[in-house]
């Protein structure tokens, strides 16, 4: 299945809504990775070109977390798929609570389409923002409290029977500036990796 068809078939023609256009075996995948935003150029985007901006650090946790990968190819062959919770590119420094509201019914379609996931992870607050969004909406409540991450890592939290892993942003060049925010990301990539391979 092609993500990017599937949402467009979904989409109301905005034309700057961004899909991730990859294929992938919908039954396959274990977990999901919800990211932030996308990137101002989708080339830079987790299944962009070889080199993408937003791969460079995600290698990176993979690898920190002991999982050997090289490519985003190699992250859905072990059965996880990268997303982004805001389908349009920010114009502004912070995330606005209206481009998570106009990219959630898509985040929520594209969720859908996985029968067999074990694990959510949420990549950043604003991850955190959209997923509350659509178990408020579903189950009028919020699904991660809303308390700092670093309180939330040795939670269990789950939604319909989905382990929910809150973590920190994945992509741009402070993760790795900020080493203990990379130390826990990288630990919870582990734990969802042990989590799906049981």
């Known amino acids: 299945m092609n993500i990017q068809k599937e949402l467009e078939h979904f989409s109301t023609g ?3 809504l961004r899909f991730n256009n990859v294929e992938v075996i919908p039954e396959a995948i274990r977990a999901i990775m919800i990211n932030e935003v996308v990137p101002s150029h989708s080339e830079d985007d987790f299944y962009g070109k070889q080199d993408a901006a937003y791969m460079s650090t995600t290698i990176q946790l993979f690898r920190k977390a002991g999982i050997e990968v090289d490519s985003v190819q190699d992250i859905l062959n072990k059965g996880i798929y990268i997303t982004n919770a805001v389908k349009i590119p920010k114009t502004e420094y912070a995330v606005s609570k209206e481009s998570i509201e106009e990219s959630l019914p ?3 379609r594209e969720l859908a389409l996985f029968p067999n996931v074990k694990v959510i992870m ?3 607050d604003v991850a955190k923002k959209a997923f509350n ?3 408020k909406k579903a189950t009028k409540k919020n699904a991660v409290p809303s308390i700092s991450t ?5 939670t269990e939290i789950s939604y319909n029977s989905i382990r929910i892993l809150p973590s920190y942003i994945m992509t741009g060049q402070n993760i790795l500036i900020e080493k203990t925010k990379f130390e826990m990301a990288s630990e919870d990539i582990s734990l969802m990796y042990q989590l799906i391979m049981k």
């Not at 670093?150 to 040795?154: H, I």
């Open 14 to 16: 905005k034309t700057d």
């Open 133 to 135: 969004l659509i178990s």
């Open 106 to 108: 898509y985040l929520e």
């Open 122 to 124: 949420l990549m950043g």
């Open 150 to 154: 670093y309180k939330l890592r040795n």
